[in-house]
């Protein structure tokens, strides 16, 4: 660690947090409500990382994620800080929290009213209400360990997992959850609805352990919300309240390497040459990356780049943001447009990594509850594909466009009439923007897939396994991706800590 000091400290020990996504505000947020000095390193030139937002065209966009569900868990940051989160933000709930449309030209409103749900089953599938109502309570079985139980344990020993597991397998999460869902209900298009919710987090339906089906009760319990503004009002308040504890985000501050001293994280080396000291480290950054790019190989016992190599991780994402001259009123405000294929389709994009020429999409339409998302008589959009990572091989400085056609064709035919005719403003993103903006490992969206081999103790520890002093926040760790997995990433710090402030 040649020409960083670690003299003249202030009395507060300082904690460096490498990324500005939620996990890493959150974590900052944490620390700074115990005492601790942070500075909050952000490579891009605003906070956010995935969940960052741009204007456009007189059009506000949130790049990543918009869908609020578990609300006390930004209300708990905001309590820390002595303050409420609705004096900063408002939380609008959604419903339907989906409206579904099949290939078949049939439609399904998903929401969290248990009497429209069943009522919405029979519908559909008479003979599959009673299958339906058994799924929910195994859900809600499966969410009271999986979330309540384990959502904010660190798993940093084979013990943590060794407990966890006769609960776990008494409960079939041994399972994937379209084998779960598959086992109580037999319409093939509930099944997909009622399986789908992995995507959600970049998880294949068909490979995801069913521990994941806790997400239809953690949505029914505390329903499905926008923040008025977009998802950037949070990052934007989360923001204040650091600016609040009398501590810093530094914008442009690309992190090269994690400095290590006597086994132990003891601050950053920035892209300039800048060092930064530091008690510890917590990464927010994609958990491969943060191994792979930020600490040396020397460093590392269990995740070498070999290791990495081998994992297996999510799928990506081709995303376009889009305005349009008119308004869609009879648009929901989040709609899925399944196509004709689902285990097909999710083998294409998962096992044989190929970009498929069907799709399916998620549209989002927050002009629906937030009109001032856009101009006057606009909407704002964004349609959302799952495609493969960049092991697909496909090119996409070449094909976006071609692709970007394709999706503009497939919602002018199902829920956008006359989509081409009044398109004003466009922007896509593809997984090289993944890859090269986020430094996400071969432009996965959301990381590690979310297996069972690769969950829980399986995934890279919130207390770093290498070295000492650092520690890892976001979707790459447990429990994984999605707002609440992201935020109980950083809740986890609350658990480790303790034994870090004896050390420093």
Not at 22 to 40: D, K, S, Y
Not at 96 to 108: A, E, K, L, M, S
Not at 261 to 290: E, F, K, M, Y
Not at 383 to 409: C, F, N, Q
């Amino acid at each position: 660690m040649d020409g960083l000091t670690l003299t003249d400290r202030p009395a507060r020990p300082h904690a460096v947090v490498i990324g500005s996504g939620f996990g890493g505000l959150a974590a900052a947020i944490r620390l700074g409500a115990r005492g601790w000095r942070v500075t909050v390193l952000e490579r891009l030139d605003r906070p956010g990382g995935r969940a960052r937002s741009f204007r456009q065209d007189g059009f506000r966009f949130d790049a990543g994620p918009t869908i609020v569900t578990a609300p006390h868990l930004f209300e708990e940051l905001w309590t820390l800080c002595g303050r409420r989160l609705a004096d900063d933000v408002e939380l609008r709930p959604v419903s339907p929290f989906y409206r579904v449309r099949f290939d078949d030209g049939t439609w399904f409103d998903y929401s969290g009213d248990a009497a429209a749900m069943r009522a919405e089953v029979a519908r559909l599938s008479p003979g599959d209400v009673a299958g339906y109502e058994r799924l929910m309570a195994a859900s809600a079985a499966i969410y009271r360990v999986g979330f309540e139980r384990l959502g904010d344990v660190p798993f940093a020993t084979w013990r943590d997992m060794a407990r966890a597991l006769p609960d776990l397998l008494r409960l079939g999460c041994w399972r994937s959850v379209h084998g779960l869902v598959a086992h109580h209900v037999k319409d093939a298009r509930l099944r997909t609805l009622f399986s789908f919710h992995p995507l959600l987090i970049g998880g294949n339906p068909f490979a995801a352990s069913a521990v994941y089906a806790l997400i239809a009760t953690l949505e029914r319990r505390f329903g499905v919300h926008y923040a008025m503004g977009g998802t950037g009002a949070l990052v934007r308040g989360l923001v204040d309240l650091i600016a609040a504890q009398g501590n810093a985000i530094r914008y442009r501050a690309d992190v090269a390497e994690i400095l290590v001293h006597d086994g132990r994280a003891r601050g950053v080396r920035l892209a300039g040459g800048q060092q930064i000291a530091a008690d510890i480290v917590v990464s927010n950054a994609d958990s491969a990356a943060t191994y792979r790019r930020l600490l040396p190989a020397r460093h590392r016992r269990r995740w070498t780049d070999r290791r990495l190599d081998r994992a297996r991780y999510s799928m990506g994402l081709f995303v376009w943001y889009f305005g349009t001259s008119r308004r869609y009123p009879e648009v929901a405000h989040h709609t899925l447009v399944l196509g004709p294929r689902y285990r097909g389709l999710l083998d294409d994009i998962f096992v044989g990594k190929r970009l498929a020429d069907d799709m399916s999409l998620y549209l989002h339409r927050p002009t629906a509850t937030d009109p001032a998302m856009a101009p006057a008589g606009c909407d704002a959009f964004y349609a959302l594909s799952p495609v493969p990572h960049l092991d697909s091989g496909t090119d996409w400085r070449a094909g976006a466009e071609r692709y970007r056609a394709a999706v503009a064709r497939r919602l002018a035919q199902t829920v956008l009439p006359g989509l081409e005719d009044c398109i004003v403003t466009s922007r896509v993103m593809t997984p090289l923007d993944f890859r090269d903006e986020l430094l996400s490992e071969r432009g996965a969206a959301f990381g590690l897939e979310p297996i069972l081999t690769q969950s829980a103790w399986f995934r890279p520890h919130n207390r770093s396994e290498e070295i000492a002093g650092l520690y890892l926040v976001g979707a790459g760790t447990h429990p994984g991706a999605g707002l609440p997995g992201v935020l109980c990433s950083a809740r986890i710090l609350d658990r480790v800590l303790p034994d870090v402030a004896a050390h420093v």
